[in-house]
T-cell receptor, first 118, second 115 residues
Framework: AQSVSQHNHHVILSEAASLELGCNYSYGGTVNLFWYVQYPGQHLQLLLKYFSGDPLVKGIKGFEAEFIKSKFSFNLRKPSVQWSDTAEYVCAMNTRSGYGGSQGNLIFGKGTKLSVKP | DAGVTQSPTHLIKTRGQQVTLRCSPKSGHDTVSWYQQALGQGPQFIFQYYEEEERQRGNFPDRFSGHQFPNYSSELNVNALLLGDSALYLC??????????????FGPGTRLLVL
């Protein structure tokens, strides 16, 4: 079955520390991959996405993610976190059909809560 | 540019009742998807509407139904409410694409409590 796994439930970092959040997916075909972020009191916002091309994608607020097909992974990174990065980070995917279009349903991981200490 | 809006923000119902949730997509979008998010879980796909028809459906019973209007707004209806239907219901909108993919943008959600 198609699934997305985020193995870190809660990550606590100090400001200026580097961040890497894991995301692995289970699907043998072509996928689109997304990272969403939910800041406290706000709704889900798109952080970055990968459809095709350069496997290293850059998003808002200095975040980037690398798609490694051989590892079925799409890990999120940031070289130096700030207190304002405290949020829930959710990885998601959808699959691509044979004609190239994508399936409508996003499949989400359970999310990783990031707490950044000032 | 207004984003995705949902109403109401909160709702309390009792078992057996019916509920209707509403969603207005982001300007320029024509596709609406609905998700259910239980506490501590990631969102689960309910269905997606495009051109006023259900384009795709997740693993939810027929008690969950929807509608899309000509202005692209959408409703989610749940009949015969169960305690387990208590959740955050998220609406996402996107622009339909025959290409490689669509990006879904989410609204703030409607929190439903079934007593």
């Amino acid at each position: 079955a198609q699934s997305v796994s985020q193995h870190n439930h809660h990550v606590i970092l100090s400001e200026a520390a580097s961040l890497e959040l894991g995301c692995n997916y289970s699907y043998g075909g072509t996928v689109n991959l997304f990272w969403y972020v939910q800041y406290p009191g706000q709704h889900l916002q798109l952080l970055l996405k990968y459809f095709s091309g350069d496997p290293l994608v850059k998003g808002i607020k200095g975040f980037e993610a690398e798609f490694i097909k051989s590892k079925f992974s799409f890990n999120l990174r940031k070289p130096s976190v700030q207190w304002s990065d405290t949020a829930e980070y959710v990885c998601a995917m959808n699959t691509r059909s044979g004609y190239g279009g994508s399936q409508g349903n996003l499949i989400f991981g359970k999310g990783t809560k990031l707490s950044v200490k000032p | 540019d207004a984003g995705v809006t949902q109403s109401p923000t909160h709702l309390i119902k009792t078992r057996g009742q019916q509920v209707t949730l509403r969603c207005s997509p982001k300007s320029g979008h024509d596709t609406v998807s609905w998700y259910q998010q239980a506490l501590g879980q990631g969102p689960q796909f309910i269905f997606q509407y495009y051109e006023e028809e259900e384009r795709q459906r997740g693993n939810f019973p027929d008690r969950f139904s929807g509608h899309q209007f000509p202005n692209y707004s959408s409703e989610l209806n749940v009949n015969a409410l169960l305690l387990g239907d208590s959740a955050l219901y998220l609406c996402a909108s996107s622009l339909f694409s025959q290409g490689v993919g669509e990006t879904q943008y989410f609204g703030p959600g409607t929190r439903l409590l079934v007593l």
